[in-house]
């Protein structure tokens, strides 16, 4: 069992940047392949990027167009989101995940998912 806790959301200005971090607990991070995603009130949530259990190959949904970053560190039990060049429309409640299948963009296929971290982009 995994348990996921996401950290770094906030209030930021466009154009502005965040790191969103993840920890994990357990010994066996380096199994998971982990995703982030995001969900803005009536809307369905979002895959954002996905990243291997070694870190060697990231995914990241088309429309983040580069301004996101996925990465983790193994030693730290921690995934990562940099997030650049923030625009009002990425406001949302940004969710870290793990699964311990192949790399998925469908939320239904994650099955260990963290509170959410707040990010609210204002203009």
């Known amino acids: 069992q995994v348990q996921l806790v996401e950290s770094g959301g906030g209030l930021v200005q466009a154009g502005g940047s965040l790191r969103l971090s993840c920890a994990a607990s357990g010994r066996t991070f380096s199994r998971y392949v982990m995703g982030w995603f995001r969900q803005a009130p009536g809307k369905e949530r979002e895959f954002v990027g996905a990243?291997?259990?070694?870190?060697?190959?990231?995914y990241y949904a088309n429309s983040m167009k580069g301004r996101f970053t996925i990465s983790r560190d193994n030693a730290k039990n921690t995934l990562y989101l940099q997030v650049n060049s923030l625009k009002p429309e990425d406001t949302a409640v940004y969710y870290c995940?793990?699964?311990?299948?192949?790399?998925?963009?469908?939320?239904?296929?994650?099955?260990?998912w963290g509170q959410g971290t707040q990010v609210t982009v204002s203009s």
């Open positions: 995940s793990a699964r311990s299948g192949g790399a998925s963009y469908s939320p239904k296929d994650y099955e260990y």
């Open positions: 990243i291997s259990g070694s870190g060697d190959i990231k």
